[in-house]
């Protein structure tokens, strides 16, 4: 049972251009959704997150957008640049008792063209 | 640096042969996490340690995987009689003891491939 699914599988934008990524989440129990970034042979880096209580958050270039009633929560890069070109995973967490597992998702993969 | 750290970055082994990898967490965070990722996928939970307690661990975590905190400090996991499909990379990451945050920080990764 995949509980985020993240589309698309892959992206290509020009630089400058928007890059935006989608994640829909199944269970309701989740309260906590960040985005890691993902370089070849390195390890996810935390890039942002959000809690349900927002409907937005935002990071310089990047940008969270979160629909609470839609189960679905997005990424957003502007002015998108060569050095962003890598893997973008979204992940979600249900903060209760017992549990601090991260699901993720199968991750997109961006490049950004010059 | 300060980071998460993980020994081996790499390690190549024979099916049938045990291996053990070292995460080294972010010095004040007393929590600590396996996660297994293979290729174009997201990371995999695999098992949780506060301090020295390991309180979580996915199904994933088969009799052959044992993972221990001795000291709450580092952590290490072991793969017994290992099999192809466990050549993934290996992940390991921590968390602060503060009880609201979540952010969880992660290694470079053990890249295991068995032959």
């Known amino acids: 049972q995949q509980q985020v699914k993240q589309s698309p599988q892959s992206l290509i934008v020009q630089k400058g251009g928007i890059s935006i990524i989608n994640c829909a989440y199944e269970?309701?129990?989740?309260?906590?959704f960040p985005w890691y970034q993902q370089f070849p042979g390195k390890g996810p880096a935390l890039l942002i997150a959000?809690?349900?209580?927002?409907s937005e958050k935002k990071e310089g270039r990047f940008t969270i957008s979160f629909n609470k009633s839609a189960k679905q929560f997005s990424l957003h890069i502007m002015d998108s640049q060569p050095g962003d070109s890598a893997t973008y995973f979204c992940?979600?967490?249900?903060?209760?008792?017992?549990?601090?597992?991260?699901?993720f998702g199968k991750g997109t993969k961006l490049s950004v063209i010059p | 640096d300060t980071g998460v750290s993980q020994d081996p970055r790499h390690k190549i082994t024979k099916r049938g042969q045990n291996v053990t990898f070292r995460c080294d967490p972010i010095?004040?965070?007393?929590?600590l996490y396996w996660y297994r990722q293979t290729l174009g996928q997201g990371p995999e939970f695999l098992t949780y340690?506060?301090?020295?307690?390991?309180?979580?661990k996915s199904r994933l975590l088969s009799d052959r995987f044992s993972a221990e905190r001795p000291k709450g400090s580092f952590s290490t996991l072991e793969i017994q009689r290992t099999e192809q499909g466990d050549s993934a990379m290996y992940l390991c990451?921590?968390?602060?003891?503060?009880?609201?945050?979540?952010?969880?920080?992660f290694g470079p990764g053990t890249r295991l491939t068995v032959t």
């Open positions: 992940a979600a967490k249900y903060s209760g008792a017992g549990s601090y597992q991260l699901t």
């Open positions: 269970n309701t129990a989740f309260d906590y």
């Open positions: 010095s004040e965070h007393n929590r």
């Open positions: 990451a921590s968390s602060s003891p503060d009880l609201i945050a979540s952010e969880q920080y």
């Open positions: 340690f506060q301090n020295e307690a390991q309180l979580e």
């Open positions: 959000i809690r349900p209580d927002v």
